[in-house]
């Protein structure tokens, strides 16, 4: 089983990234995927979900109406559109799978400043 995360970078205040999260191993349509992300000297904190399907999102409230969660089952991959970029997003960013059985990424770090 294998999740590898994907786009991240250093980008300015009010810039967008977009991450990807490549899933293999395991049934990926059958999974909901969920980002988190872990700022420093902070605990790792949820930040949106999709459902195995796609027909359901839900956003943490810090994100909501800057981020977007999607999938595309045919390519067993992830993505979190992120815009409208803020300092406080600045963390590293992990994908999970959960169903079955949970899995994580590795994480993929960004890093929101001028």
């Known amino acids: 089983v294998q999740l590898v995360e994907s786009g991240g970078g250093l980008v300015q205040p009010g810039g967008s990234l977009r991450l990807s999260c490549a899933a293999s191993?395991?049934?990926?349509?059958?999974?909901?995927m969920s980002w988190y992300r872990q700022a420093p000297g902070k605990e790792r904190e949820w930040v949106a979900v999709?459902?195995?399907?796609?027909?359901?999102?839900n956003y943490a409230d810090s994100v909501k109406g800057r981020f977007t969660i999607s999938r595309d089952n045919a390519k067993n991959t992830v993505y979190l559109q992120m815009n409208s970029l803020e300092p406080e997003d600045t963390g590293v960013y992990y994908c999970?799978?959960?169903?079955?059985?949970?899995?994580w990424g590795q994480g993929t770090q960004v890093t929101v400043s001028s």
């Open positions: 191993g395991f049934t990926f349509s059958r999974y909901a």
């Open positions: 999709i459902t195995s399907l796609g027909v359901g999102t």
């Open positions: 999970n799978a959960r169903g079955a059985n949970v899995y």
